[in-house]
């Protein structure tokens, strides 16, 4: 394998492609997840066109460059085939006796601490820290700067905002979305917004 894919026109993907050059990948072509967006091609890079253009087979190799955690679950889902590439920069630190799943994403300065596990397409923003045995569901995103204490939990499609905080063995609920430097000192439901110090409900 030498040759990604990248899938999305977001501007993760100006990351996401920064990494793959780093990591000695070549991006052969791009696929816009949103086909009526105006996006100019970073690097000269051509989009192809959208990303119904994968090709869904074995010996494809291509990354979800997608923010939006429904929209990434969405598209890996019409994929049943595809190799999806993770990429972890190498100023970053990933224990030994981590995982990470399918399709992730780990910025630098990211430090993913002993048996945490994180599952596919997680992204994870620089300088984030996961403790030791968090658990990081599917399609999670933790924006830069982000904390989480040793065993928390957090559900599918969550999406912590910059700087936003766990504390140890807390669980947050799947599709929640915690607001920038949010600090959650108890576990939070599924579908919530929550925001502030400590963390309180933003819905009325």
């Known amino acids: 394998m030498n040759e990604v894919i990248l899938c999305g026109s977001g501007l993760h993907s100006r990351a996401v492609l920064s990494l793959l050059q780093l990591l000695g990948f070549a991006v052969p072509y791009i696929l816009v997840a949103n086909p009526d967006s105006h996006y100019n091609s970073p690097s000269g890079i051509p989009i192809r066109g959208p990303l119904s253009l994968l090709p869904d087979r074995s010996d494809t190799f291509a990354f979800l460059a997608i923010e939006g955690n429904q929209q990434r ?3 890996a889902k019409r994929f049943k085939n595809v ?3 993770t990429l972890i920069h190498p100023n970053a630190w990933v224990d030994p006796s981590a995982r990470l799943g399918l ?10 601490n002993a048996k945490a596990v994180a599952g596919d397409h997680v992204l994870v923003g620089t300088g984030a820290s996961v403790g030791h045995d968090c658990i990081v569901e599917d399609f999670v995103q933790l924006e830069s700067g982000v904390r989480l204490g040793g065993g928390a939990r957090l559900g599918r499609g969550c999406l ?8 140890p063995n807390i669980t947050v609920g799947n599709w929640t979305t915690l607001g920038p430097r949010a600090v959650v ?19 009325q």
């Open 103 to 112: 399709g992730s994403y780990v910025a630098a300065g990211v430090v993913i």
């Open 160 to 167: 912590c905002g910059i700087g936003s905080s766990v504390v």
């Open 73 to 75: 679950e969405d598209a």
């Open 83 to 85: 190799n999806w590439v």
């Open 185 to 203: 000192v108890k576990s939070v439901p599924p579908r919530s917004d929550f925001g502030g110090v400590p963390a309180q409900s933003l819905k």
